[in-house]
């Protein structure tokens, strides 16, 4: 079978690859399939700037393929399961991807006409990891020294970049623009967090900046249509907002920080589908920012009057509605969980005097990798706390996360009580003290206040 899929992969890169001068010129056609290891699902999802271009389904063998006849120049997504990554493809390119999804980043390779400038881009993600993970003591830096650190990193990404083109007979403009784009943003970003990251780490106050600090923001364009499908350029705005509105602040300090950044969206981004898209994310982040967060009135009636897209809307009043319906000091509800024996369990007597994390998930929204190596990190930081894993994702018949060895897991039986605090189909977690009341009625493992609230939890 190995050799029939190797012959299919290689055919379809001689076809593609070596055809006449005379057939090149008329077929524009782009191409993209692969093949993926360990398949979550029997899919993969097409898309750009948030948008589902197609669905590609997997054959028998695990592999698919795609042929756009009048695909336009551009950075797009391939999503499979909760992960996703970056192709640029242009037209009569044919690519063509092997990924196995127990290391989705790293054991991602491209084949065929187009595959070069993916590695390239791949790589490039990869290598920005390795920077944010010995970036953080920066932050503690003087203002100069700080920025003198950027503009290092910013040298050896120009060095990558010039090795990789020599060996480039064409070029694209469109690719050099979303490569320039990453280096420049990644700074910006860094730059964004930096009074604030300042503050942190020094335990001081925000660090006085030069006149001439936030001078590089006048070269952003917030309405590029061309890198609405780029994270680091949707991160960039959000950080940029986030910041700037804080600094708002400081002048109408009755007015909180939600609204000001909404109303600064409104104000700032004009592209209707990016504006609903970031009051989206906004809302998100404040709904998972802390335990103390009180519902808005007039945060929801701005967004609700601003947003236009019918399927966020819903998402949020999903997500007021089970933010509402656990309330803090309140006892958790004795709904019904199954384990992997098919065993039915009340979730009471599993959390009797014991300080506990529960926490919901589903395959959809993150992988079991990931989850067990968040897990493992919190169960051996805080040992002394309970952790209780609940995939709330319809019954499958491999709900749990075995490949991961997460202990305490278990599945949401059809009609269980839970459900009630669960439309909005997002992870959450919920912190109940060793009583059976509720500390913390909607947080996230991911959320940057956790640790705090779990260490406080293990003194109750």
């Known amino acids: ?96 991807i092997r990924l196995n999804t127990w290391d989705f980043d790293e054991s991602l390779v491209f084949n065929g006409k187009g595959s070069n400038k993916n590695e390239f881009l791949l790589n490039l993600f990869l290598e920005n990891e390795k920077f944010d993970a010995n970036f953080y003591p920066n932050y503690k830096l003087p203002e100069t020294e700080f920025l003198q650190k950027l503009k290092d990193i910013e040298a050896q990404k120009e060095i990558l ?6 060996n480039q007979k064409t070029f694209s403009k469109g690719f050099d623009a979303i490569i320039q784009a990453d280096k420049i943003l990644y700074s910006n970003n860094k730059k964004e967090k930096y009074p ?80 609903d898209e970031l009051f989206y994310r906004i809302m998100i982040d404040d709904f998972y920012a802390d335990n103390t967060y009180t519902i808005s009135n007039e945060v929801l009636d701005f967004y609700y009057k601003h947003v236009i897209d019918d ?27 199954t384990n992997s024996n098919g065993q039915k369990h009340k979730i009471k007597p599993l959390i009797k005097n014991k300080n506990t994390v529960v926490y919901f998930w589903s395959p959809a929204n993150v992988s079991s990798e990931a989850l067990s190596k968040r897990i493992h990190y919190l169960e051996k930081k805080f040992s002394k706390l309970h952790f209780i894993g609940i995939n709330f994702d319809k019954p499958t018949k491999n709900p749990f996360a075995k490949k991961a060895r997460l202990h305490h897991q278990y599945q949401l039986p059809k009609d269980c009580k839970a459900y009630r605090f669960l439309k909005s189909n997002l992870p959450r977690t919920i912190l109940v003290n060793r009583q059976g009341k509720v500390v913390n009625s909607f947080t996230s493992l991911d959320s940057h206040t956790i640790e705090n609230q779990l260490a406080k939890l293990e003194k109750e």
């Open 161 to 166: 970049y010039k090795e990789f083109k020599k």
């Open 196 to 275: 604030h990251y300042n503050k942190s780490v020094t335990h001081g106050e925000h660090p006085k900046l030069s006149t001439s600090y936030y001078n590089y923001r006048t070269k952003v364009d917030l309405n590029n249509t061309k890198l609405l499908n780029f994270f680091r350029y949707q991160n960039y705005i959000i950080n940029y907002l986030y910041n700037s509105s804080y600094s708002a602040l400081k002048e109408k300090p009755t007015e909180g920080l939600t609204l000001k950044i909404l109303q600064k969206i409104n104000q700032e981004i004009t592209l209707p589908s990016f504006k």
């Open 311 to 337: 399927t966020h809307k819903k998402a949020i009043q999903n997500l007021v509605h089970d933010r509402t319906t656990i309330t803090v000091g309140s006892p958790l509800t004795n709904f019904i969980i």
């Open 1 to 96: 079978m190995k050799f029939f899929q190797y012959i299919f992969i290689t055919s379809l890169i001689i076809f593609t690859t070596n055809c006449s001068k005379k057939e090149q010129l008329k077929d524009t056609a782009t191409y993209f399939g692969g093949k993926i290891i360990n398949p979550k699902s029997n899919m993969v999802f097409f898309m750009k700037n948030n948008s589902e271009i197609d669905t590609l389904f997997l054959d028998k063998n695990n592999m698919f393929l795609k042929k756009f006849d009048n695909l336009n120049e551009g950075l797009y997504v391939f999503k499979h399961g909760p992960e996703f990554q970056y192709v640029y493809l242009e037209p009569k390119d044919s690519i063509i």
